[in-house]
């Protein structure tokens, strides 16, 4: 039978989701479609940390007071994104949140903040602090003031999960795309492969290369949204955890990896370690491709990325 492509456009975790399915008619697509967004709305209601009912919430509310029993899938969450940062040697933190108290990508900052207020914001963050016990699923943030959130790694986790869901419901192929946090499986209508255009944020009104997406998943992390300027610098929405200083020097980070989840939490890794220790820590992990662009226009890639010009 025929088979067509079907795609909804909608606002879910704060960000633009675009949801594709191959299906055999509008109905059957968007069945499923409503399905993905009950899964991902489902996730947002756990991880989110400006909901204050989460059990995200709950853990950051009870920082440096007492453990938090909660559900296996948010431990879980935790314990990768804890894996992260040991692989990333901290450049990828979900605890970086507490700085959020000062550095605000809203556009309500007004000056910069203190190098004291920084100093003394950064102390909260720091993974080795974040306590897990398996047999009783609890998390403990150890010291008043710490926070952890999910803005590096949730819409991710969410695409994959979607996903997982329509292919356990028979949906054949389909792309799940979350503000450029993007997981394919199977092909187009036409037996090609889903592609990805890849853009330079300095020209974005042309893309600059089109790649398969043969890995399952590819993320774009982009400076160009969310930052603050002051004196001349731009400071964008990472935060390297170690200084407490929006990461500097690079524009634009895309990751290939097998889940969403993974390449979402590496694109803001390499923003954080820089283009010579990003680059050099994608070509060490088995899977995972990345392209950088730095704010001379300047375009790295890893060994097995193959450009075509467009
Ligand atoms: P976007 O969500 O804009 O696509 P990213 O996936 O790179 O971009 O995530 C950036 C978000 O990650 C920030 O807005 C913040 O919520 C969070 N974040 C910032 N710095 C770090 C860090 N060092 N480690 C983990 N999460 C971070
Ligand atoms: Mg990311």
Request: with cysteine; charged share 25%.
């Amino acid at each position: 039978m025929a088979q067509s492509t079907h795609k909804r456009v909608l606002k879910l975790m704060g960000s633009r989701f675009e949801i594709t399915v191959i299906a055999k008619d509008s109905i059957e697509a968007n069945n499923y479609i409503d399905l993905a967004i009950e899964e991902i709305s489902r996730i947002e209601k756990l991880i989110s940390s400006w909901d204050p009912n989460s059990q995200t919430s709950e853990i950051n509310s009870n920082a440096g007071i007492k453990p938090i029993k909660v559900d296996k899938e948010l431990f879980d969450l935790i314990s990768r994104a804890i894996k992260i940062s040991e692989l990333t040697d901290g450049a990828f933190d979900i605890s970086y949140a507490s700085m959020d108290r000062i550095w605000k990508f809203d556009g309500s900052m007004t000056e910069m903040p203190s190098e004291d207020e920084i100093k003394a914001s950064v102390e909260k963050v720091g993974y080795n602090n974040i306590t897990l016990d398996p047999e009783n699923s609890t998390v403990f943030l150890k010291h008043e003031g710490m926070k952890i959130g999910f803005g590096a790694i949730g819409k991710g986790y969410a695409a994959d999960r979607a996903k997982t869901l329509l292919v356990s419901k028979g949906v054949k192929s389909g792309i799940i795309n979350a503000s450029g946090d993007m997981t394919t499986w199977g092909r187009q209508t036409n037996g090609e492969e889903w592609k990805v255009a890849i853009t330079n944020p300095l020209n974005k009104n042309k893309a600059f290369a089109l790649l398969p997406i043969t890995n399952g998943a590819v993320v774009t992390s982009g400076n160009y949204e969310k930052y603050v300027n002051f004196n001349g610098t731009r400071y964008t929405h990472i935060i390297d955890p170690r200084t407490g200083y929006p990461a500097t020097g690079i524009i634009s980070v895309t990751v290939f990896a097998p889940k969403a989840e993974l390449a979402d939490a590496l694109s803001t890794s390499v923003f954080v370690m820089g283009k010579e220790v990003g680059l050099n820590r994608i070509e060490q992990l088995p899977n995972i491709e990345c392209i950088i662009i730095d704010y001379q226009g300047n375009i790295f890639k890893s060994k097995n990325i193959k450009i075509n010009k467009l």
